[in-house]
T-cell receptor, first 112, second 114 residues
């Protein structure tokens, strides 16, 4: 069964550093998403991406964040200058033109 | 804006007990409703969904009915197992589907004791 994959599973970085989180969505999906989950809190939507551009973004997705689909398979989230409060689990998801979003296993980002 | 409210956890039950996890929502229009499950150390898995009023979603013995009149989507299972221990998230999506992000509740941690 096709699945969304994410790398790395755990990323540790120092405050102020740039990080790139990578995702490979399901191959025939058209919509791509990033969410985050701060420890013990709810899952929060960050951004959606369709047809090579951002479709929707939340208030959390400020100028420190960017997304890119550099080739036909990868979908990346970049945080330019990480803060302590960026520490969270980041989930990638993808979907067809339907109502079901399929989530990857997540990348745990720890900012020290 | 849209919001989802779930009962606070943890919820602790004995094996074979009946489960209800309450979920209510606030949204404009006619959202789609979902239950996701997160097992320890894993990502979110779609458990079931309903896209219009009175729809019943079901999977793995779990079910939930989209009640527009009470803006609810309660999750139920007749007889829980230890393997059902996980965190359950209620979520809603805009009726347009596609690029819209999901709005999640805070999650309910379910613990099933043998």
């Amino acid at each position: 069964e096709p699945e969304v994959t994410q790398t790395p599973s755990h990323q540790v970085t120092q405050m102020g550093q740039e990080v790139i989180l990578r995702c490979v969505p399901i191959s025939n999906h058209l919509y791509f998403y990033w969410y985050r989950q701060i420890l013990g809190q709810k899952v929060e939507f960050l951004v959606s991406f369709y047809n090579n551009e951002i479709s929707e973004k939340s208030e959390i997705f400020d100028d420190q964040f960017s997304v890119e689909r550099p080739d036909g398979s990868n979908f990346t989230l970049k945080i330019r200058s990480t803060k302590l409060e960026d520490s969270a689990m980041y989930f990638c998801a993808s979907s067809t033109n339907s109502y079901e979003q399929y989530f990857g296993p997540g990348t745990r980002l720890t900012v020290t | 804006g849209d919001s989802v409210t779930q009962m606070e956890g943890p919820v602790t039950l004995s094996e074979e007990a009946f489960l209800t996890i309450n979920c209510t929502y606030t949204a404009t229009g006619y959202p789609s409703l979902f239950w996701y499950v997160q097992y320890p150390g894993e990502g979110l898995q779609l458990l079931l969904k309903a896209t219009k009023a009175d729809d019943k979603g079901s999977n793995k013995g779990f079910e939930a009915t989209y009640r527009k009149e009470t803006t609810s989507f309660h999750l139920e299972k007749g007889s829980v197992q230890v393997s059902d221990s996980a965190v359950y998230f209620c979520a809603l999506g805009d009726s347009g589907g596609g690029a819209d992000g999901l709005t999640f509740g805070k999650g309910t941690h379910l613990i099933i004791q043998p």
